[in-house]
């Protein structure tokens, strides 16, 4: 079992920043790979960003490119989401994701509420 835990959500304006941390219980965790993904009201889930085990390899959703930066710290089970240049559109429930390639465990933090007011 992994449990993650997210924190760093907040209300900002417009513009602005925010660092999103989950911590990722585990002695495995560089195992893991590790992703962000965002619910707004009345809408699905979407992947935000993603991040390889050894973070060699990163995606982004189309609509945060440029903008956000995932990273992940293996020595201290933690992956962090860097948003700059937040935009209101950004406003949603944000949560951490681990996959286990190996075993095709998923699994999903609480979330963490982003607001940006324009």
């Known amino acids: 079992q992994v449990q993650l835990v997210e924190s760093g959500g907040g209300l900002v304006q417009a513009g602005g920043s925010l660092r999103l941390s989950c911590a990722a219980s585990?002695?495995?965790?560089?195992?893991?790979?590790m992703g962000w993904f965002r619910q707004a009201p009345g809408k699905e889930r979407e992947l935000v960003a993603r991040i390889s085990w050894s973070g060699g390899r990163v995606d982004y959703a189309d609509s945060v490119k440029g903008r956000f930066t995932i990273s992940r710290d293996n020595a201290k089970n933690t992956v962090s989401l860097q948003m700059n240049s937040l935009k209101p559109e950004d406003t949603a429930v944000y949560y951490c994701?681990?996959?286990?390639?190996?075993?095709?465990?998923?699994?999903w933090g609480q979330g963490t509420q982003v607001t940006v007011s324009s």
């Open positions: 585990g002695r495995t965790f560089s195992h893991y790979a």
């Open positions: 994701n681990a996959y286990i390639p190996a075993s095709g465990g998923n699994y």
